[in-house]
């Protein structure tokens, strides 16, 4: 008995001493590499390795470098450093994890945060989908160690092919177009598994690698060049971030660093393994974003809104878990730092956790104070989108956020488009009761309004009103607001939502292998098409660099007769903007603009050319738009 007991002693000592003996296997780390001299010294290492949170002791020698603390969660899996770099140098530091020694690479950076200028009130941003806009010469149609899919461009809501070499071969086209900056949605990789509704892939709001872009896309690299050749053509770069969620094949799904890192964990559980994941614990978010801001709001009504799930395939991030949300604002940073974007558009922005999202866009204001973040904010009334501003007076608490999406302009313009305009609500006076309340915001500067974008039926719906179209780019591209436009507006692409978000989502045509349209050039687009694109250009071209749209004081007429009349004035400069919103011929009272036109006689339409005599009647087509310069 007592040969036996001390056989199994010394087995058990044996096994002690080969498990001490191992050396941590560490599978990576995040993120892939750092920055010194930020003026927040603080970095989040986030590692992963089989039980790797079982690491006696982890230490550096780096000069400069101090380990403030290391974090064990609840997965064996992960461990968190946080290191202060307050004295470290450029340079490969060496981390010691027991026996295990890995190297980290700490780099200089290019220019300090405040030469980082992010778009203005003086930029166009031209927002496009990557899978839907152009494919580059070697494109890859299938990636190994991604989860199955397909590009097939039949079929609306699957990969179509492509990618960012594609928009990178044809920057010479924004240029001739006239915009100044490009938003991309969502780059990142999103390696989840084929799917025919409108939560398949290709629109990459559901990332599984916060540090890879998506290869299917390009790599890391190819989106350094891009962003590189767009800046040496003049063009900015705005990256689609998401903080609300991520895909349901993200690693930290299948192993959760910790019981509360996702919002609804118990369903979470519930539902691995399941193809159709179902479950009692399951609470998608209601959609209705009023609580977020509503002073009476119940508590039910705000867990509802902010912990429920977007979608079944998309698992909430906790934001008020302190280490998620130093990860994701590591994560923006690492973005601006390493690919050199000028912009920042977030999704979903009222679901996820309204302090964590302060606390980002703070450290983002100090660090970037000329960079610029817009957050989509998806309320048609001034009063809440005003609420989420920076400063803002309506709110309790600064969110820090520069920029809202103005989504009453887009609601009321869709209405108007459709109607006459009348003496009171109808048509462009929906437009102007929309403006009225600009006092709410704390910067009119920083709002970015739109006609239509990827998540909203086509402007033109189903059909080619270039006419209706015109008038809403003419308001768009002249008001106090950072304007955004869809890609493919300009070739008067239409589609809607009815049966699948792919029909407002289509190829641009032109930009794959086989396509007998191409509308990158003038000699193939339509007639329509060239009308349309050379009616936008002009309009743009003339809005680069023009101080009295993008610094002038705006004057707004109310609707008289059916004409809606802004005025944008700057050091003696005037422009107006003159839209008949009848379907009849018009006349444009001059003398009741007389405290804009003053003296003065003449103007010159900026589209034509012509000169327009000032001191008699204007005369106005049915819908027609006037833009109008002395």
């Known amino acids: 008995m007592h040969r036996i007991l001390l056989i199994t002693a010394i087995l058990m000592a044996n096994v002690l001493t080969m498990n001490a003996a191992k050396k941590p296997v560490i599978d990576r780390i995040e993120p892939t590499h750092w920055y010194v001299g930020m003026k ?7 590692v992963y390795g089989k039980d790797i949170k079982n690491v006696k002791d982890v230490t550096t020698d780096y000069p400069g470098v101090h380990i403030d603390r290391v974090v064990r969660l609840d997965s064996p899996n992960y461990l968190l450093l ?8 450029p340079g490969h530091m060496t981390l010691h994890f027991d026996k295990t020694k890995v190297s980290y690479e700490l780099r200089q950076r290019e220019m300090s945060g405040d030469k980082r200028m992010g778009f203005t009130q003086a930029d166009v941003l031209y927002m496009l989908m990557p899978d839907r806009f152009a494919q580059g010469p070697n494109h890859n149609k299938q990636i190994k160690g991604m989860n199955n899919y397909r590009e097939d461009r039949s079929k609306p809501s699957l990969r179509h092919g492509g990618d960012l070499e594609g928009i990178r071969q044809h920057l010479d086209y924004f240029n001739e177009l006239g915009v100044t900056a490009l938003w991309f949605t969502p780059v990142l990789e999103n390696n989840s598994p084929d799917s025919d509704n409108d939560f398949s892939t290709y629109h990459g709001y559901a990332t599984t690698n916060y540090y890879r872009v998506d290869p299917r896309f390009g790599t890391n690299e190819e989106y350094r060049k891009l962003t590189d050749d767009a800046h040496a053509h003049g063009l900015k770069i705005v990256m689609d971030m998401i903080f609300n969620h991520c895909g349901f ?6 192993d959760m660093p910790t019981k509360d890192w996702f919002n609804l964990p118990e369903w979470l559980e519930e539902s691995k393994g399941s193809s159709n994941p179902q479950g009692t614990h399951f609470q998608q978010t209601s959609y209705k974003l009023t609580p977020v801001k509503d002073p009476y709001a119940s508590k039910i009504d705000l867990h509802e809104t902010v ?8 698992p909430d991030l906790n934001q008020k878990n302190e ?3 130093t990860y994701l604002i ?3 940073i690492w973005w601006i730092e390493t690919i050199g974007i000028d912009g920042i558009r977030m999704d979903t922005y009222p679901y996820a956790d309204a302090k964590g999202m302060a606390r980002w866009m703070k450290q983002l204001d100090d660090e970037y104070p000329n960079f610029n973040v817009v957050g989509e904010t998806w309320v048609t009334e001034p009063a809440y ?9 309506l709110s309790k608490e600064n969110s820090y956020l520069k920029t809202v999406m103005d989504f009453s302009f887009f609601d009321k313009l869709s209405r108007a488009k459709k109607e006459e305009t009348d003496d009171w609500w109808d048509g462009w006076n929906r437009l102007y009761n929309s403006f009225v309340y600009d006092y709410l915001y704390e910067d009119p500067d920083h709002v970015m309004a739109f006609i239509d974008n990827h998540d909203t039926d086509r402007f033109l719906e189903n059909g080619k009103d270039s006419v209706a179209m015109k008038q809403a780019l003419a308001l768009l591209l002249t008001v106090r607001r950072i304007p955004q436009i869809y ?7 239409n589609g809607t939502k009815e049966v699948t978000d792919g029909n407002v989502r289509k190829d641009f045509p032109g930009g794959f292998p086989g396509d007998k349209h191409n509308a990158f050039t003038a000699e193939g687009r339509t007639q329509g098409e060239n009308t349309m694109f050379n009616w936008l250009s002009k309009l743009l071209h003339w809005r680069q660099g023009n101080e009295v749209i993008t610094k002038g004081k705006m004057t707004q007429f109310i609707p008289y007769k059916g004409v809606y009349v802004i005025a944008r004035q700057y050091h003696g400069r005037t422009v107006l903007t003159i839209l008949n919103g009848r379907k009849e011929n018009n006349l444009l009272d001059v003398t009741r603009y007389a405290e804009v036109i003053g003296t003065n006689t003449q103007a010159r339409d900026i589209i034509t050319g012509r000169t327009i005599d000032l001191t008699k009647p204007v005369t106005l087509r049915s819908r027609q738009t006037l833009i109008v310069e002395y």
Do not use: R
């Not at 927040?40 to 986030?46: A, D, E, F, S, V």
């Not at 429920?308 to 998309?314: A, C, K, L, S």
């Not at 890609?487 to 692409?493: D, F, N, Q, R």
């Open 82 to 89: 946080y290191l202060n770099l307050t004295g470290a140098q």
């Open 40 to 46: 927040n010294p603080q970095l989040q290492l986030m």
């Open 330 to 332: 590591q994560n923006s």
């Open 487 to 493: 890609y493919g507006t300009e070739i008067l692409m």
């Open 307 to 314: 912990d429920g799930w977007f979608v079944p395939t998309m």
């Open 249 to 254: 094949e993200h690693p930290w799904v299948s």
């Open 323 to 325: 280490h998620v949300m």
């Open 385 to 393: 989108t005003a609420a989420w501003q920076k400063g803002s007076k």
